[in-house]
């Protein structure tokens, strides 16, 4: 089984649909997995070229503005007239992350991808739709960290000390056990996933979410935007700020027009 893991995050190093493509990676025992950045127009290529000699291939992509990222589109239209022309018959699978708690709200993201599907002449395969992304991302990475250190100080107390107490070993098992009932959803939904695309069936599209009480989660991602904003030397008061309506006058106006240019782009093509 050929399989092309496309990450299409905008963001070059790091992000959640990175991590979730690498875990996706690790459960794919068996096959061949290639893999390619679309991070915009200059990546097209290499990711076309590969379409080809695929048996599968995963999108892991964010979710913008409930939609598809836009560096996606002209790449999906591309594929889409190399998959008509060729006769592709590869299956498609989505990987949908978003900042939002719940992961129903990666759907219509993925129903985009099914209807490209249809158009192309291309199976859909199914999706995951993954909430809460970037805390989900945050615990894979410092999960493993935890329990190393963790594990480092028991030892140092067994060779100081000579022995351990009940409590210690009692607190590395319950951090484990919490930590991974938080990653459970996404973990269990992967290894379904994985399993699909390793025999080639379809299924049903899942949703799945960060296992953390919404108001937990609410005031994580306020510290982490807080935290965010001034990483990039934004004022925090800023991200508070309301947009005037001449502001959203000129934005529709400018959609407005980006929208008449493309719809007279196709009306000459015809």
């Avoid at 992350?97 to 199976?123: D, P, T």
């Avoid at 996933?193 to 005031?219: D, E, Q, W």
Wanted: proline share 3%; hydrophobic share 50%; net charge positive.
């Amino acid at each position: 089984m050929n399989v092309l893991i496309l990450n299409a995050s905008p963001k070059r190093k790091g992000g959640a649909s990175r991590c979730f493509s690498e875990l996706l990676k690790f459960l794919l025992l068996g096959c061949k997995i290639t893999t390619a950045d679309i991070h915009g127009q200059a990546d097209y290529s290499k990711a076309l070229s590969l379409l080809g000699e695929a048996d599968a291939v995963v999108v892991s992509a964010p979710l913008y503005v409930d939609g598809i990222p836009a560096h996606m589109l002209p790449f999906l239209q591309e594929a889409e007239q190399i998959c008509r022309q060729k006769h592709l018959h590869f299956k498609l699978y989505v990987l949908s992350n978003s900042g939002f708690v719940e992961g129903v709200h990666n759907k219509l993201h993925l129903n985009m991808y099914e209807a490209w599907c249809r158009r192309s002449g291309i199976e859909w395969g199914g999706g995951l739709g993954v909430g809460g992304g970037v805390m989900l991302q945050v615990m894979f990475v410092l999960f493993p960290i935890t329990v190393l250190i963790r594990c480092a100080q028991i030892a140092a107390t067994v060779i100081v000390v000579g022995a351990i107490t009940g409590r210690e070993v009692w607190s590395l098992c319950s951090g484990i056990l919490i930590t991974g009932f938080f990653l459970s959803g996404a973990l269990i939904c992967e290894i379904i996933l994985a399993h699909a695309i390793r025999t080639g069936h379809g299924i049903k599209n899942l949703y799945t979410r960060v296992l953390v009480p919404s108001f937990i989660f609410l005031i994580c991602a306020d510290i982490f935007m807080f935290l965010s904003a001034l990483f990039h030397k934004t004022a925090p008061h800023a991200l508070f700020r309301k947009i005037s309506s001449a502001e959203i006058d000129e934005r529709a106006a400018w959609i407005k027009g980006v929208n008449i240019c493309q719809i007279q782009c196709s009306k000459e093509e015809d």
